[in-house]
């Protein structure tokens, strides 16, 4: 994989099988004490958060590795269950969710797990890891005691919890706690029915023994809430504030037992069009330093942050989406290298426990690929043939991803103009129901971008008959607050001018699948070539290139980050596998990782490009180019950054 010093390292590690649980393994609260038992004795746990499904499975025991090298002796990880369960009833457990062998790899270098299986997570992933297809129920009401979001969670923990049974702490595995929902003191439902019930579930599947938790901000507001009895309370928050301010927080709930900051901020999310969250070292360490010296336990929220590749990014309102980097200014970076932060967060951890002897896995070396031609193939309207495998649905007024059982990616609205429009008329959302960007187009020529939140109206024209496309792209749910309920598609009704635009017909697509499939590249269809300059729109459309890496050259294929110099805002592909959205002209985010794992000495390399708004292709040759350094925090469009509710000193009383 090209990096031999890492892969020897981790081939010292053995894999063993989950062994049989003996009398002593136990974990539970001493509140006498306050404080952990691990088998009887006092125990602390030092923790990091890493998201499997952030990084891919081959990475996995190299993250692992150099997260129990900086001296952490256990892991916090999510489960999000629209990853395994993304429709109803068709579970997938394999490859990159191969959530037990996860768990086995945590085991084996001795580390511990702190399991948060939801079903809700939160964790910037569409829609806090609830599946979308909950949504058929217009009405549901998430996250609480609704009978069909009951039904459907319990269906789902029967299926996922006698999974990780034989991984507790108790039966020899590495599970000492399992989390009950997610900082649920923060929505605004308050069922405690509902906690009740996913308690019942919980002990109904894993026993009695096992150490349940709840996390919520570190204010008596957000506890008032998502505190339950029978569950131990922990609190979250960052550095920079007074730790024993906010433990205190904790006290209320919890007025005997050990500390717990369940997530201790290294960094913070992203959003397209916001500046890169850094946090400062100094800061971080010494806001460390003061958790650790009053015993408390703590995990690093997020340890190594990974990549959200695909569609799978959530959003906050207003509706501001997550990049594909989900670099947290974390520890370990994107890619899993080493930083400064993490040999400080390292020497502060000597100070409270020994840390492993031998060396730290060095980070992955980066491979300059170069710069790699691209010639387009076609529209979006043009491919309608190859991409909507259920062809046209005819109706009145626009159906939503959700009413054609979509829930990622594209889909395409037509009709006709129904009036002559000579002049600019207005094609407006008026109640805002363009989720979440909408590319519009008048017989083949881009008329301009719909935008939720930001952009409801834009002005057109054309003639009576002509053909009106809008393309509509999902950016990804709502994953936090009582908006999570996040419809995708049209959702509401379009106007022109003061009349209301029906019948539709309706386009769901499956690019993904067209282009695992090669389906592009067989295509014989015809190629449009770009006409408009690149300062203005042109209609979305594939484009494709190829590079081979030579089978001579030692430890190739490495790691690499692709960029697109000139490009506006798509979703790319390698070799069939979607690597996520691009958006350099809004930034902050302009590379995309690309793990080694991906790529081929074999055979060439196919890359597909899916621009939405305007490529450099109509100046001449135009390329992608894969660069050896990430840029992550070149931010050129500033729009206000998502922020939770500031904590008051009130609160934390």
Same mark, same amino acid.
């Given at each position: 994989?090209?990096?031999?010093?890492?892969?020897?390292?981790?081939?010292?590690?053995?894999?063993?099988?989950?062994?049989?649980?003996?009398?002593?393994?136990?974990?539970?609260?001493?509140?006498?004490?306050?404080?952990?038992?691990?088998?009887?004795?006092?125990?602390?746990?030092?923790?990091?958060?890493?998201?499997?499904?952030?990084?891919?499975?081959?990475?996995?025991?190299?993250?692992?590795?150099?997260?129990?090298?900086?001296?952490?002796?256990?892991?916090?990880?999510?489960?999000?269950?629209?990853?395994?369960?993304?429709?109803?009833?068709?579970?997938?457990?394999?490859?990159?969710?191969?959530?037990?062998?996860?768990?086995?790899?945590?085991?084996?270098?001795?580390?511990?797990?702190?399991?948060?299986? @939801? &079903?809700?997570?939160?964790? !910037?992933?569409?829609? +806090?890891? #609830?599946?979308? %297809?909950?949504?058929?129920?217009?009405?549901?009401?998430?996250?609480?005691?609704?009978?069909?979001?009951?039904?459907?969670?319990?269906?789902?923990?029967?299926?996922?919890?006698?999974?990780?049974?034989?991984?507790?702490?108790?039966?020899?595995?590495?599970?000492?706690?399992?989390?009950?929902?997610?900082?649920?003191?923060?929505?605004?439902?308050?069922?405690?029915?509902?906690?009740?019930?996913?308690?019942?579930?919980?002990?109904?599947?894993?026993?009695?023994?096992?150490?349940?938790?709840?996390?919520?901000?570190?204010?008596?507001?957000?506890?008032?809430?998502?505190?339950?009895?029978?569950?131990?309370?922990?609190?979250?928050?960052?550095?920079?504030?007074?730790?024993?301010?906010?433990?205190?927080?904790?006290?209320?709930?919890?007025?005997? @037992? &050990?500390?717990?900051?369940? !997530?201790?901020?290294? +960094?913070? #999310?992203?959003? %397209?069009?916001?500046?890169?969250?850094?946090?400062?070292?100094?800061?971080?360490?010494?806001?460390?330093?003061?958790?650790?010296?009053?015993?408390?336990?703590?995990?690093?929220?997020?340890?190594?942050?990974?990549?959200?590749?695909?569609?799978?990014?959530?959003?906050?309102?207003?509706?501001?989406?997550?990049?594909?980097?989900?670099?947290?200014?974390?520890?370990?970076?994107?890619?899993?290298?080493?930083?400064?932060?993490?040999?400080?967060?390292?020497?502060?951890?000597?100070?409270?426990?020994?840390?492993?002897?031998?060396?730290?896995?060095?980070?992955?070396?980066?491979?300059?690929?170069?710069?790699?031609?691209?010639?387009?193939?076609?529209?979006?309207?043009?491919?309608?043939?190859?991409?909507?495998?259920?062809?046209?649905?005819?109706?009145?007024?626009?159906?939503?991803? !959700?009413?054609?059982?979509?829930?990622?990616?594209?889909?395409?609205?037509?009709?006709?103009?129904?009036?002559?429009?000579?002049?600019?008329?207005?094609?407006?959302?008026?109640?805002?129901?363009?989720?979440?960007?909408?590319?519009?187009?008048?017989?083949?020529?881009?008329?301009?971008?719909?935008?939720?939140?930001?952009?409801?109206?834009?002005?057109?024209?054309?003639?009576?008959?002509?053909?009106?496309?809008?393309?509509?792209?999902?950016?990804?749910?709502?994953?936090?607050?009582?908006?999570?309920?996040?419809?995708?598609?049209?959702?509401?009704?379009?106007?022109?001018?003061?009349?209301?635009?029906?019948?539709?017909?309706?386009?769901?697509?499956?690019?993904?699948?067209?282009?695992?499939?090669?389906?592009?590249?067989?295509?014989?269809?015809?190629?449009?070539?770009?006409?408009?300059?690149?300062?203005?729109?042109?209609?979305?459309?594939?484009?494709?290139?190829?590079?081979?890496?030579?089978?001579?050259?030692?430890?190739?294929?490495?790691?690499?980050?692709?960029?697109?110099?000139?490009?506006?805002?798509?979703?790319?592909?390698?070799?069939?596998?979607?690597?996520?959205?691009?958006?350099?002209?809004?930034?902050?985010?302009?590379?995309?990782?690309?793990?080694?794992?991906?790529?081929?000495?074999?055979?060439?390399?196919?890359?597909?490009?899916?621009?939405?708004?305007?490529?450099?292709?109509?100046?001449?040759?135009?390329?992608?180019?894969?660069?050896?350094?990430?840029?992550?925090?070149?931010?050129?469009?500033?729009?206000?950054?998502?922020?939770?509710?500031?904590?008051?000193?009130?609160?934390?009383?």
């Amino acid at each position: 994989m090209g990096f031999p010093r890492a892969a020897a390292a981790l081939l010292l590690l053995a894999v063993i099988p989950v062994s049989l649980a003996t009398s002593s393994s136990n974990f539970t609260v001493d509140y006498k004490n306050n404080c952990f038992l691990k088998d009887g004795q006092p125990f602390r746990y030092i923790s990091g958060s890493i998201h499997y499904s952030r990084i891919p499975q081959v990475y996995w025991k190299d993250r692992l590795l150099k997260m129990y090298m900086a001296g952490l002796n256990a892991i916090q990880t999510y489960i999000p269950w629209n990853f395994h369960e993304s429709t109803p009833g068709r579970y997938d457990f394999s490859g990159d969710r191969n959530l037990t062998h996860f768990l086995q790899l945590c085991k084996d270098l001795d580390l511990l797990v702190i399991l948060r299986p @939801g &079903p809700y997570i939160c964790a !910037e992933w569409d829609m +806090g890891g #609830l599946p979308s %297809w909950l949504l058929k129920k217009k009405d549901i009401v998430l996250r609480s005691s609704d009978a069909d979001y009951i039904a459907a969670v319990d269906r789902w923990m029967g299926k996922l919890l006698p999974t990780i049974k034989p991984y507790l702490y108790q039966n020899g595995g590495p599970i000492i706690t399992v989390q009950v929902e997610n900082e649920y003191g923060s929505y605004f439902a308050c069922d405690f029915d509902y906690l009740r019930h996913l308690v019942k579930l919980l002990r109904s599947h894993l026993g009695e023994e096992v150490v349940l938790f709840s996390t919520d901000g570190a204010a008596v507001s957000y506890l008032k809430c998502g505190a339950l009895q029978g569950v131990y309370a922990t609190v979250d928050f960052g550095p920079g504030g007074n730790v024993t301010v906010a433990f205190e927080a904790q006290r209320h709930a919890e007025p005997h @037992g &050990p500390l717990v900051n369940s !997530e201790f901020y290294t +960094g913070w #999310l992203d959003h %397209w069009g916001s500046p890169h969250s850094v946090t400062s070292t100094a800061v971080l360490v010494k806001s460390l330093n003061e958790i650790l010296e009053i015993d408390a336990n703590v995990n690093l929220y997020m340890f190594i942050g990974g990549t959200t590749f695909e569609y799978w990014n959530g959003a906050n309102t207003p509706y501001a989406p997550q990049p594909t980097s989900y670099d947290y200014d974390a520890p370990l970076t994107e890619a899993g290298d080493l930083t400064e932060k993490y040999f400080a967060i390292r020497d502060v951890i000597k100070k409270y426990r020994k840390i492993p002897e031998g060396v730290v896995p060095p980070s992955t070396p980066k491979f300059a690929y170069g710069k790699v031609t691209m010639k387009k193939l076609q529209t979006v309207s043009e491919s309608l043939d190859i991409l909507s495998f259920s062809g046209p649905v005819k109706s009145p007024y626009p159906l939503t991803f !959700e009413d054609l059982n979509q829930a990622f990616g594209f889909m395409l609205y037509q009709i006709t103009l129904p009036v002559d429009c000579p002049k600019p008329t207005p094609l407006s959302s008026p109640l805002n129901g363009v989720h979440d960007r909408a590319y519009v187009a008048i017989d083949g020529v881009a008329a301009g971008v719909l935008e939720r939140d930001k952009t409801i109206s834009i002005n057109i024209t054309g003639k009576i008959g002509s053909r009106l496309d809008i393309l509509v792209e999902n950016m990804g749910r709502v994953n936090y607050g009582k908006d999570i309920n996040d419809f995708k598609g049209l959702v509401s009704n379009l106007t022109l001018g003061a009349d209301t635009l029906s019948n539709w017909t309706v386009y769901s697509l499956s690019i993904d699948e067209a282009v695992k499939k090669g389906i592009f590249w067989d295509s014989s269809s015809p190629r449009t070539p770009d006409t408009a300059p690149p300062t203005t729109l042109s209609p979305p459309a594939f484009y494709a290139g190829s590079f081979n890496i030579p089978d001579d050259i030692p430890d190739l294929p490495q790691d690499t980050y692709i960029q697109f110099p000139d490009w506006r805002k798509g979703q790319v592909w390698i070799n069939g596998f979607n690597l996520g959205r691009y958006w350099p002209s809004r930034g902050p985010q302009i590379t995309l990782f690309v793990p080694a794992y991906l790529l081929s000495t074999s055979a060439p390399n196919n890359i597909t490009v899916l621009e939405l708004e305007a490529s450099p292709c109509s100046l001449g040759p135009c390329a992608v180019e894969f660069i050896s350094t990430p840029i992550i925090n070149a931010t050129t469009r500033y729009t206000k950054p998502f922020m939770r509710e500031p904590l008051s000193k009130q609160d934390l009383l």
